[in-house]
């Protein structure tokens, strides 16, 4: 069946811009989860949705990241006012089931975001 | 928080050696572990993971790992190496809540 699926594959932007990057999960996934990837640097966890609320936000680094997702499918990060420090791969996962301990959380193929 | 160390930054072997690559977490209660690989050009996939049960796994592509609470660790094994085990190696620990922590990852070069 179809994974998780990211666009675009690479974005490059200027300063200052605002981008959209977009996930679709894999059917059926209630779950959903935002990580950013520095060069060199493992995953962090950015905003995890349950259906279409964000329970935990914690992980956005400014108010300049948002994040929505429409029912149980598509979610959307924003950047406004993109900076350099935001280059990164942001990574999307998506799960079964919300909430549940022993999940395992499958991984689209990143969008590569180079800010200029 | 939980944190996740992983001891090497890379790793470069020969085919047919043996590869373990380090994983330490600092949590104290109850864990779930994953070891994911991301090859060239592909996206994060599960290698295996630890829930419960037998505390040695084995995963896919001859993989195993073995978690050891008394050490919190997670330590990733295969006895003999392929060229196409090259890849980026990354040990993840969920704490009873929905979020992976990561650690910042091996690369392994297997040489022909």
């Known amino acids: 069946g179809a994974g998780v699926s990211q666009s675009p594959s690479n974005k490059v932007t200027e300063k200052g811009k605002d981008v959209e990057l977009r996930c679709d999960p894999i059917?059926?996934?209630?779950?959903l989860y935002w990580y950013r990837q520095r060069l060199g640097q493992g995953l962090e966890f950015l905003i995890y949705?349950?259906?279409?609320?964000?329970?935990?936000k914690s992980g956005l680094p400014s108010d300049r990241f948002s994040a929505e997702r429409t029912g149980e499918s598509v979610s959307t990060l924003t950047i406004q006012r993109t900076q350099q420090e935001d280059s990164a791969v942001y990574l999307c996962?998506?799960?079964?089931?919300?909430?549940?301990?022993?999940?395992?959380?499958?991984f689209g193929p990143g969008t590569r975001l180079l800010v200029l | 928080a939980q944190s996740v160390s992983q001891h090497n930054h890379h790793v470069i072997l020969s085919e047919a050696a043996s590869l373990e690559l380090g994983c330490n977490y600092s949590?104290?209660?109850?864990?779930?572990l994953f070891w994911y690989v991301q090859y060239p050009g592909q996206h994060l996939q599960l290698l295996l993971k630890?829930?419960?049960?037998?505390?040695l796994v084995k995963g896919i592509k001859g993989f195993e790992a073995e978690f050891i609470k008394s050490k919190f660790s997670f330590n990733l094994r295969k006895p003999s190496v392929q060229w196409s085990d090259t890849a980026e190696y990354f040990c993840?620990?969920?704490?009873?809540?929905?979020?992976?922590?990561f650690g910042a990852g091996t690369t392994v070069t297997v040489r022909a």
């Open positions: 059917s059926g996934h209630t779950a």
């Open positions: 996962a998506s799960s079964p089931t919300p909430l549940a301990v022993q999940e395992t959380q499958y």
């Open positions: 630890y829930f419960s049960g037998d505390p």
């Open positions: 949590y104290g209660g109850t864990v779930n």
């Open positions: 993840a620990v969920n704490a009873n809540d929905y979020k992976l922590s």
């Open positions: 949705f349950q259906g279409n609320s964000a329970p935990d």
